[in-house]
């Protein structure tokens, strides 16, 4: 293992971690279910990040060998950096169902029943059991258009989401039934974005 030395940022000092981490011993190896506590997490606000920083847990779930699930209730079919990089992933199972982006929604109908749709099979999906980490993308989006009930969904979470599962869900216009019911919620304000100033979306940052 190589050497790695950690700044403790109260005296500037260095840490050595020589042999302190190894994921493969029994005291840093994925702990049995029955000894994990599942959270819910909520990523939410007008900022950007919220699906991002949701991604970046995905791969620290799925290299500490964790069985993920992603599903995308608002983005397309295109391929994104992300849903690339899950392909690289045995344990990452991804699913991009929405119709695309709806900011300003022409069909609410086709957009209500699609979600729908999509809650039906996240449902399924969760109550398998097969997953570690499941991430709800969009989904708070969904509540926000009344889609789908935040009522309904922080009642399936008390009630059906197993105990070891952590399970994220973003997206601006959180519920306030789901913000109550989380264990964490991050809220991402938006100071300045490069859209404001005319610069389109960029490979590689927002896709």
């Not at 020589?18 to 029994?26: A, I, L, V, Y």
């Not at 995905?58 to 992300?82: C, D, H, M, P």
Request: charged fraction near 30%; glycine fraction near 8%.
């Amino acid at each position: 293992m190589p050497h790695i030395a950690t700044k403790n940022r109260a005296n500037d000092t260095f840490i050595s971690t020589d042999d302190e981490f190894d994921p493969q011993s029994d005291e840093h190896a994925m702990k049995a279910r029955d000894k994990r506590q599942g959270l819910t997490l909520v990523h939410t606000g007008d900022g950007k990040g919220k699906s991002s920083s949701a991604f970046g847990v995905v791969f620290r779930a799925a290299g500490s060998g964790f069985n993920v699930l992603v599903i995308q209730y608002i983005k397309g079919k295109w391929k994104t950096g992300e849903s690339r990089a899950a392909e690289k992933f045995d344990n990452i199972e991804w699913h991009s169902l929405g119709d695309g982006f709806t900011w300003d929604t022409q069909n609410p109908e086709q957009d209500r029943k699609t979600s729908r749709d999509i809650w039906e099979f996240s449902k399924e999906k969760i109550r398998s059991g097969n997953y570690d980490l499941v991430v709800l993308d969009e989904i708070n989006y969904c509540c926000g258009y009344d889609w789908i009930s935040g009522e309904e969904i922080a009642s399936f979470i008390q009630d059906e989401k197993p105990h070891w599962m952590h399970l994220i869900l973003t997206g601006r216009n959180a519920a306030p039934e789901v913000v109550t019911i989380a264990d964490t919620v991050t809220e991402m304000k938006m100071i300045k974005h490069a859209y404001s100033q005319g610069i389109k979306a960029q490979q590689g940052v927002e896709f």
